[in-house]
Structure formats: structure tokens, C-alpha cells
């Protein structure tokens, strides 16, 4: 795939532990700098403490251009705590299942002020990523039925 680095595109990463930090770093080794920005949460951290810390990342993007939070779990605390923002501010949209790959796909999005665009083109960022996931014994099971045919 050929992507086009935009920079209004903003990405939060907010991830249990130091998975964020982890994610982000390697997509700037791949990718080069780029607008993220991340929050780890730690065990024994006072809910309130992350909802301040969430509240002040976003702020410091001092933009009101789009943003996407990407969590790490489905209905864990992380999510939860990202999805509140979606109510106070309208240029959010939250992301679940952080993996490299789709924090990649979601940082060269072209977002733009029209809700229902972004909505879409977020979808299948989110969709790419589930096609490039696959066991890979499964991949070579596959190659070799091709190759037994001598289709290829």
C-alpha cells in the first residue's frame, strides 16, 4: 500500500500497562514521527487519576481536528474510560484492539470535520486489519492446495 503522511490525523493510544508506549514506538520505527501520543494505564492508579490524565492528553493535541483513541481491550477499563470522552467532545472516535497494524492503517486516515465519512473510512481501516490476521500454518495449508492443483 502506498499511504500519504497527513498531520490531521491525531492518534491517543491508551492501553493497560505499557503496551501503548510499545505500539507507538514501533510504528515510528516503521513509519517515522508522527502525531501519537500515549497513556498507559497502571495497576493501583485511582480511576479518577485516569480520567484527568485522558481528559488533559486530549487537550494537549490542542486541535479540534478529529482524534482517535485506540484501546487495547473490548469492554476493559481503558475503553470505558475513552468512550466518556465521545460525550464531551465531538471530534473523538474510539478505536478497540490495538495491534500494530491497526494503529498503522489508522494513523493515514484523512479525517475530516464529516462524522459520517470518518465513521466509514475508520470501518475499514479497522476491516483491513482483520483481513491481514490469519494463522499462518493455515496460509501455507492454502499455498500448497494451490500448488498441488497446478494453478499456480
Do not use: W
Not at 501503548?20 to 517515522?32: F, Y
Amino acid at each position: 500500500f502506498l499511504y500519504v503522511l497527513i498531520d490531521f490525523c491525531f492518534t491517543l493510544l491508551f492501553s493497560h500497562g505499557k503496551l501503548a508506549n510499545g505500539v507507538a514506538d514501533s510504528c515510528q520505527l516503521i513509519i517515522g514521527s508522527h502525531q501519537f501520543k500515549t497513556l498507559n494505564v497502571l495497576l493501583d492508579q485511582p480511576v479518577q487519576e485516569i480520567e484527568d490524565s485522558l481528559d488533559n492528553l486530549i487537550d494537549s493535541f490542542e486541535t479540534q481536528e478529529p482524534i482517535i483513541i485506540v484501546t487495547d481491550i473490548p469492554g476493559g477499563s481503558t475503553t470505558q474510560t475513552a468512550i466518556k470522552q465521545i460525550e464531551k467532545r465531538d471530534n473523538i472516535y474510539v478505536v478497540t484492539g490495538m495491534n500494530l497494524g491497526l494503529v498503522m492503517s489508522l494513523s493515514f486516515l484523512n479525517l475530516t470535520s464529516n462524522k459520517e465519512n470518518n465513521r466509514r473510512v475508520i470501518n475499514e481501516a479497522i476491516e483491513e486489519t482483520k483481513n491481514g490476521m490469519y494463522l499462518v500454518e493455515d496460509m501455507f495449508n492454502t499455498m500448497d492446495e494451490i500448488t498441488d492443483d497446478g494453478d499456480l
